[in-house]
C-alpha cells in the first residue's frame, strides 16, 4: 500500500484516538460540574451517539450535493479541536446553571436530574456533531481517491472503521489511565485537540492526489448510473429500526456494566475507561476480521439475525457472571467483568458489517 493510500488511515486513527480522549475526560469534568457522576456519564454517552447520529446525516446530505470530502473532512477536525478548547468556558456555564437549578429545585428529584442531564448532553453534543461528518467524509474522500469506485465496498468501509475504533482504543486508554493522572484533565484535551488539528493538516495534504480528473469522473458517473437500484424505502425502514433497537441494547449495557465496575474499580474514571476498551477492541477486533468478507455474505439478514442471537446469549451470559461476583478479590472481579463483556461488544459489529454492508 503506498503512502498516499496509508494515510487516510493514519488520519483516522488520530481522529479516534482525539474523540475518545474527550468522551473519558468530559465524563470526568461534567461529573464534577453537575455534581452527579451517574447523570454526567449517561449525559456523554447519550450525547455522543446524539451527535455522531445527527452530524453523519447532516454532513452526509451536504457531500451528496457536492461538498468537497477531503476538505469537509479538514474543517470538521479543525472545528472539534476548537470546539474542545473552548470546552472550559462551555464547562463554567454548566457548573454555573448546575448550582442555579440546585437552588430552584427540590435535591433528588426527577426535574433536577433532567436539568442536569440535559446541561451535560448540550456541552458535549456541538463537538460530536462535528465528529459525526467525519466517517462520511472520510469515505467519500477515499472514494473519489479510487476514482470510478464512488461507492466503497463494506471491505473498505469496514478496515476504515477498525482503524478508527482502534485509535478510540487508545485514546481511551491513555486518557483514562495516564494522561488525566500524570498532565490534568484540561491539559489531556489540549493534547486531544491537538490531535485534532494534525489530522486536518494531514487531510489537506491530500487534496491534490484525491482530485479526480475528468476521465475519472467520467467513469464514476457511468459506473453509479450503472448500479442496482436503491432498496425499497420500506426495507430501508426495517434496517433503521433493526440498528436502533441493537444501539439501544448495546449503550444501554455499555451503562449499566459500567455503574457495576464502579464498586470494584472504586473510580468511575477507570470503570467507564474499562468499559470503553473493551466495547471499542471489540468493534475493531470484529470489524477487521469480518470486513473482508462482508461483501461476499449471500443473505446479510440471516447472518444479522444469528448474530443478534449471539448478542442476547453473551448479554445474559455476562448477567451471571455479574450476580456471582463479590467484592473479595477486586482485581479478580474486575478482570472477569471486562472478559465477560466483550464477547458482546465483538458481536455488536457483526450487526454493522454482515447487514448493513450489504446496503450501503
Not at 468556558?89 to 454548566?94: G, K, P, R, Y
Request: aromatic share 10%; net charge positive; glycine share 8%.
Amino acid at each position: 500500500m503506498s503512502r498516499r493510500r496509508r494515510l487516510p488511515f493514519v488520519i483516522f486513527f488520530l481522529s479516534g484516538a482525539s474523540g475518545l480522549a474527550y468522551e473519558v475526560v468530559w465524563t470526568r469534568l461534567l461529573g464534577l460540574a453537575v455534581g452527579h457522576t451517574s447523570v454526567a456519564l449517561t449525559a456523554v454517552v447519550a450525547a455522543f451517539m446524539g451527535g455522531l447520529a445527527g452530524g453523519s446525516a447532516f454532513f452526509g446530505r451536504r457531500l451528496e450535493r457536492g461538498a468537497r470530502p477531503v476538505h469537509l473532512y479538514a474543517q470538521l477536525e479543525a472545528g472539534i479541536a476548537l470546539l474542545a478548547l473552548a470546552f472550559p468556558v462551555q464547562l463554567a456555564v454548566v457548573s454555573w446553571l448546575s448550582a442555579t437549578s440546585a437552588r430552584a429545585f427540590d435535591s433528588g428529584s426527577v426535574t433536577l436530574g433532567l436539568v442536569r442531564f440535559c446541561l451535560a448532553a448540550l456541552a458535549v453534543v456541538p463537538a460530536t456533531f462535528l465528529m459525526g461528518g467525519t466517517m462520511p467524509a472520510m469515505i467519500s474522500s477515499m472514494s473519489s481517491d479510487r476514482g470510478a469506485a464512488a461507492r466503497p465496498t463494506a471491505h473498505h468501509a469496514g478496515i476504515l472503521y477498525a482503524v478508527n475504533t482502534a485509535g478510540a482504543v487508545v485514546g481511551a486508554a491513555l486518557a483514562g489511565f495516564v494522561l488525566i493522572e500524570r498532565f490534568g484533565t484540561i491539559e489531556t484535551t489540549w493534547l486531544a485537540a491537538a490531535g485534532n488539528l494534525l489530522a486536518a493538516a494531514l487531510a489537506l495534504t491530500l487534496v491534490r492526489a484525491q482530485q479526480l480528473t475528468a476521465e475519472g469522473r467520467e467513469r464514476a458517473s457511468v459506473i453509479a448510473s450503472a448500479r442496482p437500484p436503491a432498496l425499497s424505502v420500506w426495507r430501508d425502514h426495517r434496517v433503521l429500526a433493526a440498528y436502533a433497537a441493537a444501539g439501544f441494547s448495546a449503550l444501554a449495557l455499555q451503562v449499566v456494566w459500567t455503574r457495576v465496575l464502579v464498586f470494584f474499580a472504586g473510580s468511575t474514571t477507570y470503570a467507564f475507561t474499562s468499559i470503553l476498551i473493551v466495547f471499542l477492541s471489540g468493534i475493531a477486533i470484529g470489524s477487521a476480521i469480518v470486513a473482508p468478507v462482508v461483501d461476499r455474505l449471500r443473505r446479510p439478514a440471516v447472518t444479522f439475525a444469528v448474530v443478534q442471537m449471539l448478542l442476547g446469549l453473551s448479554a445474559a451470559w455476562s448477567i451471571q457472571v455479574l450476580r456471582k461476583l463479590t467484592p473479595r478479590n477486586v482485581r479478580t472481579a474486575r478482570s472477569i467483568i471486562v472478559l465477560s463483556n466483550f464477547p458482546t461488544a465483538w458481536t455488536k459489529v457483526l450487526n454493522f458489517r454482515s447487514f448493513g454492508g450489504k446496503t450501503y
